[in-house]
């Protein structure tokens, strides 16, 4: 049964908790606006999340960000928690500094949306401590609920870069050099160089190259990394700033705002003023 505050200013859900027995809910392609945290147990499932696909096993948690679409499948039984949170309720990029859930949970434009718990019973007492205190109602519940949240966030990234340490070995030395010059120069040329020819012209490797280690070992094409790094960048200004949309899409080299806008909701599936508004991002500034 979910455990649910809702905000009593816009009636929309603030925070979220509940335990499932199945993935039904999870079975269709869906984007939420708000995070979602699901810890999943089962010997065999498969995840979706931006049309890449993923066979799991185990104790896994996976992190998605507001709109990211996904979706859970499995013909065997499966069990685990839900936790949402709006970004009004908790914002990871005022805590980013702290916590560091940007690019690592949420919003990394080249890894995987998912790691193996290694110690999932720090999150089992977490988790147990958060649902006594929905129930109570009480005084400052939300800042000791942001508290809880704040060490199960920061013990996801210590996991999750642990996680990601360990899978890096398995790339080959040259394919390894290959594709974090590749992470480096997006991040580095994101605002000018668009294309996937570009980046292969930086490295002096072939196109055809490059979108094979891309595929092989992050399964998305060189076209999805570029693309989901200027959308997160296009979301952190919709989330931190009240720049208009031309302001915007022109710091990310798009100097057609309305060619922007139908390409930022072709990825993310609603247009950039229609995120600002139900994911709360316009309103952070004035606070």
């Known amino acids: 049964m979910a455990q649910i505050i809702i905000d009593k200013q816009n009636g929309e859900l603030a925070f979220r908790l509940e335990r499932f027995e199945n993935l039904n809910q999870f079975d269709h392609l869906q984007r939420k606006h708000y995070y979602s945290i699901i810890l999943l147990n089962a010997s065999n499932y498969k995840l979706s999340v931006d049309l890449s696909n993923y066979e799991l096993q185990g104790y896994q948690m996976i992190c998605l960000s507001p709109y990211q679409p996904f979706m859970l499948s499995s013909e065997e039984p499966c069990q685990g928690w839900l936790l949402n949170f709006h970004p009004d309720f908790f914002c990871t990029y005022r805590h980013q500094n702290e916590i560091e859930t940007e690019g690592v949970l949420f919003n990394n434009f080249y890894g995987l949306p998912h790691f193996q718990i290694s110690e999932e019973g720090l999150f089992f007492n977490l988790i147990d401590q958060i649902s006594k205190e929905m129930d109570r109602d009480s ?21 999750k870069k642990q996680f990601d340490k360990e899978i890096v070995p398995k790339f080959s030395d040259g394919q390894s050099e290959i594709l974090q010059n590749l992470v480096d120069s997006i991040e580095k040329n994101y605002c000018e160089l668009h294309s996937p020819k570009d980046y292969a012209d930086v490295l002096c490797v072939s196109t055809k190259t490059l979108a094979g280690i891309v595929k092989k070992y992050l399964k998305q094409t060189p076209s999805d990394l570029i693309y989901n790094r200027i959308v997160i960048a296009a979301k952190r200004e919709l989330y931190l700033t009240s720049k208009p949309l031309k302001q915007i899409a022109a710091g990310l080299g798009y100097y057609d705002e309305f060619y922007f806008s139908r390409f930022f909701k072709r990825k993310v599936g609603v247009s950039p003023d229609n995120y600002r508004r139900t994911v709360g991002f316009a309103k952070l500034e004035r606070l």
């Not at 005084?139 to 996991?159: D, M, P, S």
Request: hydrophobic share 65%; net charge neutral; glycine share 0%.
């Open 139 to 159: 005084i400052a519940q939300h800042e000791v609920l942001v508290a809880f949240l704040k060490v199960f966030l920061i013990e996801a990234v210590r996991q």
